[in-house]
């Protein structure tokens, strides 16, 4: 005969104990049973036991904080390096802008020149502090490369003392006369004005007249207000 507890044969003498209408050896029979010995019904109350045990480890599962709001903390912080890639990506954008429009003012092109004097006049570019001295330099260099707005520029700055610059009425002159040369308007009627009044250069209604003619047909209303009143 076994022993209902161990599964362990009794040997001959051997202590015993009924439980129920069991026999199990009397060591046996101080042991607390498990789920899964059926002593006398207690099957039903283990698989009961189980359940419950079960159930309230779900409880607790679903009891666990905020897990889905360390999820969404997370992917608030995986946003974040897209964000920070795009501000570095702009950096970079900006910076390659700059080297780009040294190198082409370096080398000599007119348009790179005018921007780069544009940039030291405003200092609104990132990383060019507004610089007069340096801004008419460069206009300089792109007015001698024949940029028509650098020209027209400095003919401004040099009547109306700018940037820098007294008030020199014949360089005036010789920078509108380049400008108008190329069909600037604005040009055309301050070089106009100066012939009328004889400013910073000689005198001369004729010229006058003909640059007034030159803006009026570009469309300078000025300029057909001067040569009615010429």
């Known amino acids: ?14 202590s015993k104990k009924k439980i129920g209408d069991y026999l199990v050896h009397e060591a046996c029979a101080s042991r607390p049973l498990d789920n899964s010995t059926e002593i006398d019904g207690s099957s039903e109350s283990s698989k009961n036991f189980s359940t419950t045990e079960s159930k309230r480890d ?34 970079t954008k900006k910076l390659e802008k700059i080297v780009e429009l040294f190198e082409g ?15 030291y006049e405003s200092g609104q570019l990132k990383d060019i502090s507004k610089n007069q001295e340096r801004a008419v330099a460069w206009y300089l260099k792109a007015a001698e490369h024949g940029c028509v707005e650098s020209q027209y ?11 820098g610059l007294d ?34 250069v000689e005198k001369d209604r004729r010229e ?20 009615q009143n010429l």
């Open 1 to 14: 005969m076994r022993c209902k507890w161990c599964n362990k044969f009794f040997i001959v003498n051997e």
């Open 58 to 91: 779900d409880d607790n599962v679903t009891e666990l904080p905020k897990k889905a709001d360390s999820k969404k903390e997370d992917d608030s912080v995986a946003k974040l390096p897209a964000k920070m890639d795009s501000t570095a990506s702009n950096d």
């Open 105 to 119: 003012a370096i080398e000599g092109n007119p348009s790179k020149e005018y921007e780069l004097g544009t940039a």
């Open 153 to 163: 520029k400095l003919g401004v700055f040099n009547i109306q003392g700018l940037c």
């Open 167 to 200: 008030g020199d009425y014949e360089q005036a002159f010789h920078w509108f006369q380049k400008a108008a040369d190329q069909n600037h308007t604005d040009a055309q009627y301050n070089l106009g004005s100066l012939y009328e009044y004889g400013t910073g």
């Open 208 to 227: 006058a007249q003909s640059w007034y003619q030159k803006a009026a047909n570009n469309g300078h209303k000025g300029a057909l207000r001067a040569l």
